[in-house]
């Protein structure tokens, strides 16, 4: 009897743990919406697909929408962001991790607190990226065109290659792509934020507010401008 007992009660624990991950399918997408408390992980597949392990959080509390070419992921109550302990400061709250299966991107947006993954390269020919209000991302991306908004306090990093790189970085946000190796690059920083870049060919950076921007290369072509106790560097 007692055998039988600790059956049932593993047979229950096993159908409980698997009953907080779900597949779900999906219409194809090109950009990806990312709201809230979430771990994403990227993988290039050949069909669209969301896997959420949803760690104890109610399944009913998030909306994962798929529309035309948009996916949407975020909660239906947004209290989680605590915007008194401090500007853009996320709440200890668990992650709730998902994976995206994606067949093409082409522009991707993370927002309070989420965390944004790929454990492979992202090739695409141009992409757009944003993170804002504590986000993070870090990606591997083969781009010919990559385009970046980071602000208020979000953490960027990025790896691989790219032709022409565009950042634009305020509001205490952390930005390395120093290992992003790009030929043409141009970039603002400004507000306290920190930006770091690769360029081959030519930089156009500038900075003002107290913000920094350090470079790696040797570009032939420099245009750099600095105001309000901003900083432009070269690092070896």
């Known amino acids: 009897m007692r055998i039988s007992f600790s059956l049932l009660l593993s047979a229950l624990f096993y159908l409980s743990a698997n009953a907080q991950i779900e597949n779900i399918k999906i219409n194809d997408f090109q950009v990806i919406y990312v709201f809230g408390p979430f ?12 896997k959420i392990d949803y760690h104890g959080i109610d399944k009913e509390a998030i909306i994962v929408k798929s529309k035309g070419s948009d996916l949407t992921i975020r909660f239906k109550n947004r209290d989680f962001v605590d915007f008194e302990d401090g500007p853009w400061k996320r709440n200890r709250v668990r992650f709730t991790n998902v994976t995206i299966y994606y067949t093409q991107l082409e522009a991707i947006e993370a927002r309070a607190g989420a965390l944004i993954e790929s454990t492979e390269t992202i090739n695409a020919k141009k992409i757009f990226l944003v993170s804002k209000m504590g986000s993070q991302m870090k990606l591997s991306i083969n781009a010919q065109n990559l385009e970046l908004e980071s602000s208020m306090g979000s953490e960027v990093d990025l790896r691989g290659t790219t032709d022409r790189l565009t950042v634009r970085s305020k509001m205490g946000s952390e930005v390395n792509a120093s290992t992003l190796k790009s ?54």
Do not use: C, W
């Not at 771990?39 to 969301?50: E, H, M, N």
């Not at 030519?202 to 106790?229: C, E, Q, V, W």
């Open 183 to 236: 030929q043409h690059v141009m970039v603002s920083s400004s507000m306290g934020s920190e930006v770091s870049v690769f360029a081959e060919e030519d930089l156009d950076a500038s900075a003002d507010f107290g913000a920094t921007i350090t470079y790696r290369g040797n570009p032939s072509t420099r245009h750099t401008s600095k105001f309000l106790g901003a900083e432009v560097n070269r690092k070896n």
């Open 39 to 50: 771990r994403v992980d990227l993988i290039k597949a050949d069909a669209p697909g969301v």
